[in-house]
């Protein structure tokens, strides 16, 4: 059963920094694409950042580049969000994805997790 499970979140002062994480349960975080979403009061659900399986490359949304990083630990099924100089555009509900594809039989799944509040107000 996949299971991701974000941790981190909370009330922030602008400037400040937090660290999310998620942990990842039922399948191989290394073999797959981790990406960050996040969805602001009365905004759709966004992309935030991503990170490659295979290079380790990243990817990230431009609102966020330059103060964020993804990174991961796959020995540790965990991916990770540094930020750093919060913003209150910040505030939002921050998720972990993954998109699964099994072979056998070929299915593919979204996964999502229930989310970590991070609030950026002084």
């Known amino acids: 059963q996949v299971q991701l499970v974000e941790s981190g979140g909370g009330l922030v002062q602008p400037g400040g920094s937090l660290r999310l994480s998620c942990v990842a349960s039922?399948?191989?975080?290394?073999?797959?694409?981790m990406s960050w979403f996040r969805q602001r009061p009365g905004k759709e659900r966004e992309l935030v950042a991503f990170i490659i399986n295979v290079s380790g490359k990243t990817r990230y949304a431009d609102s966020v580049k330059d103060r964020f990083t993804i990174s991961r630990d796959n020995g540790k099924q965990s991916i990770y969000l540094t930020m750093n100089r919060l913003e209150p555009e910040d505030t939002a509900i921050y998720f972990c994805?993954?998109?699964?594809?099994?072979?056998?039989?070929?299915?593919?799944?979204?996964?999502w997790g229930r989310g970590t509040q991070v609030t950026v107000a002084s």
């Open positions: 994805y993954a998109r699964i594809t099994t072979l056998e039989p070929i299915v593919t799944n979204d996964y």
């Open positions: 039922g399948f191989t975080t290394g073999k797959y694409v």
